[in-house]
C-alpha cells in the first residue's frame, strides 16, 4: 500500500506565496505519476497539476504562470509551489498518485490520495 501525507496549507493574503509538499511512504515504486487536486466547497475536484514519472508537467489553466510543480524522487516528495496566489484558490489540496504514466486530470484514474491540506487565500 502506499500512504501520501500533504503538508504546507494554510492561511495566505493574496499575492503571497505558499509551498506544498506532499511525502510518500510505502510501497512507493507502484508510484509513477503524481498530481495535486484542489475542492472548493460545493466544486468538484480539479487537477492543479500533475507531473509524470518522466518528469513531464500539466498544469490547470488558472494556474499556468503562477504555480511549479516538482517531485524529489530521492526523498520521496512532491511539491506545489504557488505564488501570486488569489482568493479563488482557496480551496483543499489533494496529493494523489497512481501507477499509470501519465497525470491525467482525470481524479478517478488516481490510486492513492492523501487526505488533504487547507489553503486560504484572504483579499
Known amino acids: 500500500q502506499v500512504q501520501l501525507m500533504e503538508s504546507g496549507g494554510g492561511l495566505v493574503q493574496a499575492g503571497g506565496s505558499l509551498r506544498l509538499s506532499c511525502v510518500a511512504s510505502?510501497?512507493?515504486?507502484?508510484?509513477?505519476?503524481m498530481a495535486w487536486f484542489r475542492q472548493a466547497p460545493g466544486k468538484q475536484r480539479d487537477l492543479v497539476a500533475g507531473?509524470?514519472?518522466?518528469?513531464?508537467?500539466n498544469f490547470a489553466d488558472s494556474v499556468k504562470g503562477r504555480f511549479t510543480i516538482s517531485r524529489d524522487n530521492a526523498k520521496n516528495t512532491m511539491y506545489l509551489q504557488m505564488n501570486n496566489l488569489k482568493p479563488e484558490d482557496t480551496a483543499v489540496y489533494f496529493c494523489?498518485?497512481?501507477?499509470?504514466?501519465?497525470?491525467?486530470?482525470?481524479?478517478?484514474?488516481?490510486?492513492?490520495w492523501g487526505q488533504g491540506t487547507q489553503v486560504t487565500v484572504s483579499s
Open positions: 494523489a498518485a497512481r501507477r499509470g504514466e501519465i497525470a491525467s486530470s482525470a481524479w478517478s484514474l488516481y490510486d492513492y
Open positions: 510505502g510501497s512507493i515504486f507502484r508510484i509513477n505519476a
Open positions: 507531473i509524470a514519472g518522466t518528469g513531464k508537467t
